[in-house]
């Protein structure tokens, strides 16, 4: 694809210093970039990358203009990195112009189903009785929407994801397990993306929630009646058991844990691998990591953890016998 940075300034603005017939035909990070790539700095940390990239055209913000301007073309921008997300988009949009959309012959839809006009079912997915997709979503290859699940509009499900499969729910029943059959359905919202081979499972009674604007990483496991709150975000391998409640705009680092019926307040961040035992009401930064080390020190670590509460007691019973 071949684009003149004149017409990209005209989509997405910002102020172009150079000359705007120049003809970019990639996106590259500065210290690959060639003379036919547009790139971007986001870190200031990083200008000496900057003054030695051979880019045909840097996006910066305000304070690296005058460094940019000496190098070669520039796009200023207040928010480079956003600026550069956007033509991310941008450019995709030129690239997938004439791909067809609609549903794979390969695709299996259940007549009762509904499937927006304007949205794509790739190759091998099933969508199942009573389901809906809106307007503009993409399925990709082998993803799965089971009974009355619904995805809202401009959502991107990505390979392999299972949306609507059954939660856990077994009541004990001598030595064995009875099912506790799982009625509920799933609602996804509208722009919503969810990584490869994620699970979302339906609700037991009421419904499993997603809210609008939520990104969901590959590999992350959404247990039944869990509601994920607008403009939530987790990274890969993430787990939240059964009917745990996260508000909006939180973050999930990689790997963490999120017991069942928890709640997490809005603007709550979890660092990865962070067990989350606990509802944590109030916004702020949250880790709960205990750092590796050889097993040995490891271990003794540990055991002196498991005494902590009662060294405790003895120093207020010290503190109290120094006050007398």
Same mark, same amino acid.
């Given at each position: 694809?071949?684009?003149?940075?004149?017409?990209?300034?005209?989509?997405?603005?910002?102020?172009?210093?150079?000359?705007?017939?120049?003809?970019?035909?990639?996106?590259?990070?500065?210290?690959?970039?060639?003379?036919?790539?547009?790139?971007?700095?986001?870190?200031?940390?990083?200008?000496?990358?900057?003054?030695?990239?051979?880019?045909?055209?840097?996006?910066?913000?305000?304070?690296?203009?005058?460094?940019?301007?000496?190098?070669?073309?520039?796009?200023?921008?207040?928010?480079?990195?956003?600026?550069?997300?956007?033509?991310?988009?941008?450019?995709?949009?030129?690239?997938?112009?004439?791909?067809?959309?609609?549903?794979?012959?390969?695709?299996?839809?259940?007549?009762?189903?509904?499937?927006?006009?304007?949205?794509?079912? %790739?190759?091998? @997915?099933? /969508?199942?009785? *009573?389901?809906? #997709? &809106? !307007? +503009?979503?993409?399925?990709?290859?082998?993803?799965?929407?089971?009974?009355?699940?619904?995805? %809202?509009?401009? @959502?991107? /499900?990505?390979? *392999?994801?299972? #949306? &609507? !499969? +059954?939660?856990?729910?077994?009541?004990?029943?001598?030595?064995?397990?009875?099912?506790?059959?799982?009625?509920?359905?799933?609602?996804?919202?509208?722009?919503?993306?969810?990584?490869?081979?994620?699970?979302?499972?339906?609700?037991?009674?009421?419904?499993?929630?997603?809210?609008?604007?939520?990104?969901?990483?590959?590999?992350?496991?959404?247990?039944?009646?869990?509601?994920?709150?607008?403009?939530?975000?987790?990274?890969?391998?993430?787990?939240?058991?059964?009917?745990?409640?996260?508000?909006?705009?939180?973050?999930?680092?990689?790997?963490?844990?999120?017991?069942?019926?928890?709640?997490?307040?809005?603007?709550?961040?979890?660092?990865?691998?962070?067990?989350?035992?606990?509802?944590?009401?109030?916004?702020?930064?949250?880790?709960?990591?205990?750092?590796?080390?050889?097993?040995?020190?490891?271990?003794?670590?540990?055991?002196?953890?498991?005494?902590?509460?009662?060294?405790?007691?003895?120093?207020?019973?010290?503190?109290?016998?120094?006050?007398?």
């Amino acid at each position: 694809m071949r684009l003149e940075l004149s017409s990209i300034v005209a989509s997405l603005g910002g102020a172009l210093y150079g000359d705007g017939s120049i003809v970019v035909t990639g996106l590259a990070p500065l210290e690959v970039a060639t003379g036919s790539d547009l790139s971007f700095l986001s870190n200031p940390r990083y200008q000496s990358q900057l003054i030695a990239s051979k880019a045909a055209c840097v996006i910066v913000a305000p304070t690296m203009q005058s460094v940019a301007v000496m190098r070669g073309a520039c796009i200023v921008t207040d928010q480079p990195y956003l600026y550069f997300a956007r033509l991310t988009q941008f450019w995709k949009r030129r690239l997938d112009a004439d791909k067809p959309r609609g549903i794979h012959p390969t695709a299996v839809v259940d007549a009762q189903a509904v499937v927006h006009p304007t949205a794509s079912v %790739g190759p091998l @997915c099933v /969508v199942e009785r *009573g389901a809906r #997709i &809106g !307007a +503009d979503t993409v399925l990709k290859s082998r993803v799965t929407l089971g009974e009355d699940c619904v995805l %809202g509009d401009r @959502c991107i /499900v990505h390979t *392999g994801v299972v #949306i &609507g !499969a +059954d939660g856990f729910g077994f009541a004990p029943n001598g030595d064995a397990w009875e099912k506790i059959e799982q009625l509920g359905a799933v609602q996804i919202g509208n722009d919503v993306e969810i990584g490869a081979n994620t699970c979302i499972d339906r609700g037991a009674l009421q419904d499993t929630v997603i809210e609008d604007g939520v990104k969901l990483d590959n590999l992350i496991q959404i247990g039944h009646n869990v509601r994920v709150g607008r403009n939530t975000a987790m990274a890969g391998c993430v787990g939240v058991a059964g009917s745990a409640t996260i508000g909006e705009h939180c973050t999930v680092g990689g790997g963490a844990i999120i017991l069942g019926h928890l709640t997490l307040g809005p603007h709550v961040n979890i660092s990865a691998a962070t067990l989350v035992s606990k509802s944590i009401l109030k916004p702020g930064h949250y880790t709960g990591i205990f750092p590796v080390d050889d097993n040995a020190t490891w271990e003794r670590n540990a055991a002196s953890l498991k005494q902590l509460h009662s060294l405790r007691d003895r120093i207020k019973t010290l503190e109290k016998e120094i006050k007398k």
